[in-house]
């Protein structure tokens, strides 16, 4: 938990510093590169968090693989790195975009179900969610087969679920009692 409020943290003022320099676009493509360089090589974490690797080391190759980076990203990293809190680059990284996001006015959204939704099925869940949502929904879609039927909406620290699965298992703990 201190981890994300402290990526959290970074990425906000990443997402000022970048809003007042009008690099948006740059910063925005930076963070996203992060992101894809953590997830194609799982050593670049466990090379972030090593104790044994000294901070000046880390800024050296973390210069050399993002060596294409504008200057503000660069001292951006150098800065996370020079105060202890380079294990957390990949989190300040997906903060940013969350953030930006945000920003943007953006509204990311997940729908899972437990198959494939028709086109009118997720119109209708789609149209109630922006009625009651300012900004522009982004729609993911999930299959779960194991909620037997219906669906889960997830926004941000909010959930609705209307599986069977789920009334199954409500309908169970009132039985129990």
């Not at 903060?95 to 028709?118: C, M, W, Y």
């Not at 779960?144 to 679920?161: A, K, P, T």
């Amino acid at each position: 938990m201190k981890s994300t409020k402290s990526a959290g943290r970074y990425a906000k003022a990443l997402l000022e510093l970048a809003l007042d320099q009008k690099k948006i676009e740059v910063i925005e493509s930076n963070m996203q590169q992060i992101l894809t360089v953590a997830e194609e090589a799982h050593d670049f974490q466990v090379f972030l968090n090593s104790p044994l690797i000294k901070v000046d080391k880390k800024i050296e190759v973390i210069k050399s693989i993002f060596g294409n980076f504008d200057a503000l990203s660069i001292s951006f990293l150098e800065l996370v790195a020079n105060n202890g809190r380079e294990s957390y680059i990949t989190e300040i990284a997906h903060s940013f975009l969350n953030q930006l996001k945000e920003h943007r006015g953006i509204v990311p959204v997940t729908i899972i179900s437990a198959q494939k939704l028709d086109a009118k099925t997720k119109e209708q869940i789609t149209s109630k969610i922006s009625a009651s949502i300012q900004g522009t929904l982004e729609i993911t879609e999930n299959v779960d087969e194991s909620l037997i039927g219906g669906f889960i909406v997830r926004m941000g620290d909010h959930q609705i679920d209307a599986s069977v699965s789920n009334q199954l298992n409500r309908l169970k703990q009132e039985l129990v009692k």
